[in-house]
């Protein structure tokens, strides 16, 4: 019997319906949702999973095509990656009571899903998807600021590095850190003031400081006013060393959230 034609749309519906077949039916049309939003935000998908289809229907015909078995091969690894990460955030929702059900098959979480797949598609490193991970999963069992600023850390996943992301942790973990004590967690090597590595370093630090992410430590009165520094003459005559020991170092409450979103595993309340 000659087999028909599909669409990348059913061989989606497809691959959605292995997805959500271990989960109770009251909430398979709810990750089913969840699924095909995500999905649907990667445009190779489609075209992997027929092309998967029609390499199965020929076997013989398309391994004479080293090139088209190599892309093939290449994107299997992808998918399953895709896969997993899927089964790993719907798993970890699932072990949520039923009053999620509502915030995970909203239109705006949806919209956070898709946004969230497309970095995590357009990114190369394990770290960062991780962190997409988290973000969505987070994003899906409680709402502690609103989707607006979700989607403003997706943004700071896709642009900043990985180092960046190396710093935060560093002054989330040490709250009132100095610049020294960051490069001794990271590197710990002394450089000199004029090197590459000084340079990285302080674009880095400023980086972070303009996104909103850190900032200097500042004393605050009891209305959360911020309390003007004393400034001190100085007789030196260089300028403050990119690896300064004297100023600390804070996350703002935006970065703050941003660590609670992207580099906290969530804790299921099963009821």
């Known amino acids: ?10 061989i989606e519906k497809q691959f959605e319906e292995e997805l959500i ?3 109770e039916p009251k909430r398979k049309r709810i990750f089913k949702k969840f699924f095909a939003a995500a999905l649907g935000s990667i445009p190779w998908v489609g075209g992997f999973l ?3 289809m029609d390499f199965k229907a020929d076997e013989n015909q398309f391994k004479a095509n ?9 994107h299997s690894k992808k998918m399953s990656e895709l896969g997993e990460t899927l089964t790993n955030v719907a798993v970890r929702l699932n072990e949520f009571p039923e009053e999620i059900d ?19 598609n357009e990114t190369d490193t394990t770290e960062k998807k991780e962190l997409v991970r988290k973000l969505i999963t987070n994003a899906g069992a409680y709402k502690l600021v609103p989707d607006d600023l979700i989607r403003l850390f997706i943004d700071w996943i896709n642009i900043y590095h990985e180092v960046h992301f190396a710093v935060i942790k560093s002054i989330f973990e040490n709250s009132g850190i100095t610049r020294s004590q960051i490069w001794n967690l990271l590197n710990g090597t002394n450089v000199r003031e004029d090197s590459l590595e000084a340079d990285l370093f302080k674009m880095i630090i400023r ?7 850190i900032r200097q430590h500042r ?4 209305q959360g006013d911020f309390i003007k520094k004393t400034t001190r003459k100085t007789s030196s005559s260089t300028y403050k060393s990119a690896f300064d020991n004297q100023e600390q170092y804070e996350l703002t409450e935006l970065g703050k959230q941003f660590v609670h979103y992207t580099m906290n595993e969530i804790v299921g309340r099963v009821s």
Do not use: H
Not at 66 to 74: G, N
Not at 105 to 120: C, D, G, P
Not at 207 to 213: A, E, I, P
């Open 1 to 10: 019997m000659e087999r028909l034609p599909s669409t990348n749309e059913n």
């Open 21 to 23: 077949s271990s989960f």
């Open 50 to 52: 027929n092309a998967a």
């Open 66 to 74: 080293s090139l088209y078995t190599q892309w093939l091969q290449e």
């Open 102 to 120: 509502q915030r995970i098959e909203s239109e705006e979480y949806l919209q956070i899903v898709k946004k969230a797949f497309r970095t995590w």
């Open 207 to 213: 980086d972070l400081s303009m996104g909103g992410v």
């Open 219 to 222: 004393a605050t009165n009891y």
